[in-house]
């Protein structure tokens, strides 16, 4: 088992003196909406332009200015699809004053039309960002048939998409390494599933938990020096001050999964879930006599070496079975209540999908440039069922106009259920026909976890933030078994060509990070 942890602490103070700024002891703090009074409007640019101060609208369209002279000053908001916004307020010294922002104009037509209001977002983002980000929003993703976020992030300029088996996993951005980016949840730092490698398996995480993503190409001094590609921030879904209750469903069957060529074996109560119910875990036996040593004839007597063998489930066979139809199902459910006379905000996000595929096909291996010669000839027939679920929570609630403490948990889960057997020559081992079987179960999670509050004063703010990230991986009774053709008899039997002919492959990789972070 490979396990590893990290800590990470991180502080961060900014302190401003100036003659100028001593008597400058006034603070204008607001919020920017949408005419319909509900939607927050992220990205929108409000500028001082007499001070030459500006500020960009945060995830719950909040912005504020601190040490401003007492006086009356013009304020200036701009967000694209939307009108000039110019109006007045009046700031008086060590008070706060308050300016909500109602975004009219073209917006009644950006309201109506879901998609024009979420590109405009992303666009405004993108226009705020002091680096070079990309933002694709929610409705970008949803538009199109993406099921994780990986098939989503490859349609933004400069990014390209690493395959493993077919499907989509890996990014890379600007052409480097994907083990030299950075993947962020909530702009926190995940640790990656898989073993030996860096890089976060976007295919992981399901694209119905997504608001945003952004893709920054730069870097800042307030990002981790441990990239050098660029950075993913997936950006989860958060309550947005309304009640709301979405559902969605879709059933379909994909190409190849004809009727009498799907590849299976016996499997656990809870594999449509994506989770194994112990029907596949290392049997007590083994755990109880081996533990952590080597199982070898020198160790263990005759009789420990049998109990463990007959632990093992006997099924090294697939078969057929018939049509798999593959179906999806998401939920959203979001509410408010009142506690202590203040808000409380609660989003719960669902998703899961499962699907099925089928594929027969040749894989030859020749060699040689002129008159190349075969070294393997093998007819491949591959069964896959696929299983992600997504699940996000999060909550926020105001002590005040100025302290407000927020929570999120996310937590994914991707498992693959593959049967592969490939028959053919293969020259390597003599000229025998080989037929070499494959089952295999491999279940992949990600956790993250985030607590953080905002607390505003009458000349600074501090954010601080906390949160734990875990990945896992678990390759559950990854069975191998080779048989080679008899020359004799023509037919099957265990090949003698192979130390191992039966394999069985249990592992297991845990990643874990724990971070706090306060900005001030």
């Known amino acids: ?47 001082i332009e007499a001070l030459d101060r500006t500020a960009s609208t945060g995830r719950d369209g909040r912005f504020s200015f601190g040490q401003l002279p007492a006086g009356t000053h013009e304020v200036t908001v701009r967000y694209l699809g939307t009108e000039v916004e110019t109006t007045s307020v009046t700031v008086q010294d060590n008070a706060t004053a308050r300016l909500d922002v109602v975004l009219g104009g073209s917006m009644d037509e950006i309201v109506v039309r879901g998609i024009r209001a979420g590109q405009a977002s992303a666009l405004n983002q993108q226009k705020a960002s002091d680096t070079i980000v990309r933002v694709v929003s929610a409705d970008d993703i949803g538009a199109l048939p993406d099921a994780n976020v ?27 390494d994907p083990n030299l980016n950075v993947t962020t949840i909530n702009g926190l730092y995940v640790p990656s599933p898989e073993s030996g490698a860096r890089s976060v398996a976007l295919d992981v995480i399901p694209s119905d938990l997504l608001a945003a993503l952004e893709i920054s190409k730069t870097f800042t001094p307030d990002m981790d020096g441990e990239f050098g590609g660029g950075v993913v921030n997936i950006n989860t879904k958060e309550f947005q001050d ?16 004809a009727a009498g060529s799907f590849l299976t074996y016996s499997g656990g109560s809870l594999d449509f879930l994506g989770f194994d119910d112990g029907t596949r875990s290392l049997p007590g036996s083994i755990q109880r006599l081996a533990s952590d040593r080597p199982v070898n004839r020198t160790d263990f007597t005759v009789a420990e070496l049998a109990e463990m063998g007959k632990s093992f489930k006997n099924e090294w066979t697939p078969r057929t079975t018939g049509v798999q139809p593959s179906f999806s199902y998401a939920t959203l459910f979001a509410v408010k209540f009142s506690v202590a006379d203040r808000d409380l905000g609660f989003l719960f996000s669902f998703s899961l999908s499962n699907g ?109 933030v906390f949160s734990l990230s875990r990945a896992k991986r678990e390759d559950l009774d990854r069975r191998l078994s ?32 724990l971070a706090f972070k306060v900005n001030w």
């Open 242 to 257: 309304r009640r709301i209750l979405t559902q969605s469903a879709s059933f379909g069957l994909k190409q190849g999964s």
């Open 482 to 513: 080779i048989y080679e053709e008899n020359a004799s008899t023509g037919d099957l039997m265990l090949s003698r060509r192979f130390t191992h002919p039966l394999t069985r492959i249990f592992g297991e990789s845990v990643e874990e990070d």
């Open 356 to 464: 099925f595929a089928s594929q027969d096909r040749e894989e030859n291996v020749y060699e040689g440039s002129l008159s190349p010669t075969p070294r393997s000839l093998y007819s491949v027939s591959d069964s896959k069922g696929s299983v992600l679920m997504g699940l996000t929570s999060s909550m926020t609630y105001k002590f005040s106009d100025k302290h407000k403490l927020k929570g999120s948990f996310v937590f994914s889960k991707d498992s693959e259920d593959r049967v592969r057997i490939s028959a053919g020559p293969n020259e390597d081992y003599g000229t025998a026909n080989l037929q070499q079987t494959q089952l295999a179960f491999i279940e992949r999670g990600l956790l993250s976890g985030v607590l953080n509050g905002n607390h505003s004063f009458q000349r600074s703010e501090i954010d601080w």
């Open 150 to 176: 990986a098939e989503a992030v490859q349609r933004v300029p400069g990014v390209f998409l690493e395959r493993d088996q077919g499907e989509g996993r890996f990014i890379g951005i600007r052409g480097i």
């Open 1 to 47: 088992m490979n396990k590893q942890k990290f800590f990470r602490v991180s502080l961060s103070t900014a302190l401003m003196l100036s003659a100028s700024l001593a008597l400058a002891d006034g603070r204008l703090e607001g919020q920017v909406v949408a005419n319909d009074r509900t939607t927050l409007l992220e990205g929108a640019r409000v500028r």
